[in-house]
Each structure stands twice: as structure tokens, then as C-alpha cells.
């Protein structure tokens, strides 16, 4: 049964900052190279007229999992995340975002919304994530959806700084 996941965290920058940045390819090759782990890439970037579609990988050694996880799947865990967002309307906008596992019954989704007000902007999403392996789904789901919500916090901490360190440049 797939389990709901909410987050909202907060930028402190303006929105049309905040879209500018994550419609930015040089924000996502900065961000893959800085928090992506170890194996990260981006495997592709498609910015359209203040658009952008993301594809990245990403991967979690093997040694770092639960033994929930190392009961079902072998080796790293190969995760391939999507975030698209679209065109910015002055104090929203809307995304998406996904992700499943290699090899295993794992996926994410959701959408993700975007709104400013003044100099600070709310990053909030809302989906599901859901394991289809009988007996561990449950933990694994739940053990999931905690490494992810932690994840969009760093994510999150990281777009600010970016944005700042870009003012300062």
C-alpha cells in the first residue's frame, strides 16, 4: 500500500529567484557534483522557455542500507530521480518529481509547488512512495520516504546557497 509523503521547506530567496535557479541547467550539474553522492550524474536536462525536465542518477552503497532493503536487493541501490518544473507566473509555479530503484519494486511520485512571498520562497511537495515486496514493503516504504524527506532538505538548503553564492559572483 503506498505510503503519503509531505515536505515543505523554506528559501530564503524571492520565487522568480528560486524558479530561475532550478530551471537553470548550471544549478543541476553544481548540485549533482555537490550533493549528488558517490556515482551521481545527470543523464539529461531539457531547459524550455522557463521549463526545465531533469533526469539524474544517483546511488546508495550497499554497505549504508538497512538490512530490510540488502534482504531483497543486492549491491548499491541505483536510483534514477525526475524533477520537471514549469513556467513561473510571478509567485508560483508547479513540478513534478519521481524515482525508482534498479532492479527493485520501488517508486516515488508526486508534484511540487513553488510560492514566494517577498524575499523567501516555499518549496512543498506532496506523493507516494510505494514497495510492492510482500512483508518488508511497509518498512521499506517507510525507511524510504525518511531518506528522501532528509535528501529535500539538504536539496533545499542547497538552492539557497546557490542563489546566494550567484548574487556574490
Known amino acids: 500500500m503506498p505510503r503519503p509523503i509531505e515536505h515543505s521547506s523554506t528559501v530564503p530567496a524571492s520565487a522568480d529567484k ?78 513534478t518529481f519521481g524515482a525508482t530503484v534498479e532492479g527493485a519494486p520501488a517508486r516515488i511520485t508526486g508534484t511540487t509547488t513553488l510560492d514566494g512571498e517577498g524575499e523567501t520562497t516555499t518549496i512543498a511537495l506532496a506523493g507516494t512512495t510505494e514497495v510492492k515486496v510482500p512483508i518488508f514493503g511497509g518498512k521499506i516504504e517507510a525507511m524510504i520516504s525518511e531518506q528522501v524527506l532528509s535528501l529535500i532538505d539538504n536539496e533545499q538548503d542547497f538552492t539557497g546557497n546557490w542563489i546566494a553564492a550567484q548574487a556574490n559572483s
Open 18 to 95: 528560486v524558479h530561475a535557479a532550478l530551471t537553470s541547467e548550471q544549478y543541476w550539474k553544481d548540485r549533482i557534483e555537490q550533493i549528488g553522492g558517490p556515482g551521481a550524474s545527470l543523464k539529461s536536462v531539457t531547459v524550455g522557455n522557463g521549463t526545465i525536465d531533469v533526469v539524474m542518477t544517483q546511488s546508495v552503497p550497499e554497505e549504508e542500507l538497512p538490512s530490510a532493503v540488502t534482504a531483497f536487493k543486492k549491491g548499491d541501490l541505483i536510483i534514477e530521480r525526475t524533477e520537471s518544473w514549469g513556467p513561473f507566473d510571478g509567485t508560483h509555479a508547479d513540478g
